[in-house]
């Protein structure tokens, strides 16, 4: 029995011990250098606790307004820095520079973390560097990998996800060509080869690593498992995805217009999926997924958002800027305004 009982400590014990070292590197040791794991920290407390409306004064002038997911802070770019100003104060919490001109950034969707991108030069060849600064800490994260992207290209969209760890970056050439990247929570990345010449816009979903995207010529292809296909050739727009990995299309008529927003799992067919059509026909950019509750909605003025479901009116405060996790952002003169939703 003891002899049986040694044997059970010699192979049980061991694997313990290397379960609780590989949790460390994973969960603690990555996740604050070189990699940008991220752990899910919302939680109804959080949301409890959020300010209905937040009112920030902005300067005239300046590119790529956001906001974080808290609305703790409201950031945008000016002369290639990035400012961060606390919404409680009102003044600027930090400024984030690179050792070039930033010309990308956005915030994580669950934490006050951004990540930001600047061309840089190694071994005679332009590269893009991505970094992130955490405000929670004031903690610099650096990925020593760099994007080999062609020479006077640029970064057009980013779209990431705080439960995959995958972040996806459309890289366009000076002629006009998508360059798709895939980094990992390793930091290791990889160059997707595309079908097609340019992505018009392009959404990750949370839960799967998958990306949908649609091409300039409106062909709308899924990337998952290792491959890539075409979901739908023509006569459709990709709307967007929610927090339970619906994906939404709209259809389109001779205008290019939306008249009937589908929506789904990318795992059904598209015959399956749920369907609703519009009273009115709007433009793609006009339908929005407020992402707190999965709300589907349609503007007409820029200000206003109408509940396709419910038929109830979230009242703008301005002109509509975009979503993030918790807030519809707008501005209004040289004001950005966060409204609850």
Not at 63 to 92: C, F, M, P, R, W
Not at 170 to 177: A, I, L
Not at 196 to 224: P, T
Not at 243 to 260: A, H
């Amino acid at each position: 029995m003891k002899a049986i009982r040694r044997i059970f400590t010699w192979i049980v014990f061991p694997l313990i011990l290397e379960m609780g070292v590989l949790f460390y590197i994973n969960n603690v040791y990555l996740s604050t250098t070189t990699t940008f794991h991220i752990k899910k920290i919302n939680s109804e407390t959080d949301i409890n606790t959020l300010k209905k409306t937040i009112k920030v004064n902005i300067p005239s002038g300046v590119d790529s307004v956001e906001a974080s997911y808290d609305g703790s802070y409201v950031s945008y770019l000016l002369n290639h820095q990035i400012i961060v100003i606390d919404t409680k104060t009102q003044g600027i919490k930090k400024v984030i520079s690179a050792s070039n001109n930033i010309e990308y950034y956005t915030w994580l969707n669950d934490r006050n973390r951004i990540i930001y991108f600047y061309k840089t030069y190694s071994r005679g060849s332009e590269a893009i560097q991505l970094e992130a600064y955490d405000l929670d800490i004031n903690n610099k994260i650096k990925i020593d990998k760099l994007i080999y992207a062609p020479r006077n290209s640029h970064i057009e969209d980013v779209t990431l996800s705080p439960l995959t760890n995958m972040i996806y970056i459309n890289v366009v050439d000076s002629n006009g060509y998508s360059y798709l990247y895939r980094v990992d929570i390793m930091g290791q990345i990889a160059n997707l080869k595309l079908p097609i010449k340019r992505i018009a816009k392009m959404y990750e979903l949370q839960r799967k690593d998958v990306l949908l995207y649609e091409s300039s010529n409106g062909i709308i292809r899924v990337i998952k498992n290792g491959g890539g296909y075409t979901f739908l050739s023509s006569g459709y727009s990709l709307i967007g995805t929610d927090s339970n990995d619906n994906v939404y299309v709209g259809k389109l008529d001779n205008d290019k217009k939306v008249v009937e927003i589908y929506y789904g799992s990318i795992d059904k067919s598209f015959k399956d999926w749920n369907h609703i059509k519009l009273n009115h026909a709007v433009n793609p950019n006009q339908v929005i997924i407020l992402p707190k509750d999965n709300a589907l909605t349609v503007t007409f003025d820029g200000r206003d958002l109408i509940d396709v479901n419910t038929g109830e009116t979230i009242t703008g405060t301005g002109d509509i800027l975009g979503v993030n996790t918790n807030y519809i952002m707008y501005t209004n003169n040289n004001y950005v305004i966060l409204k609850l939703e």
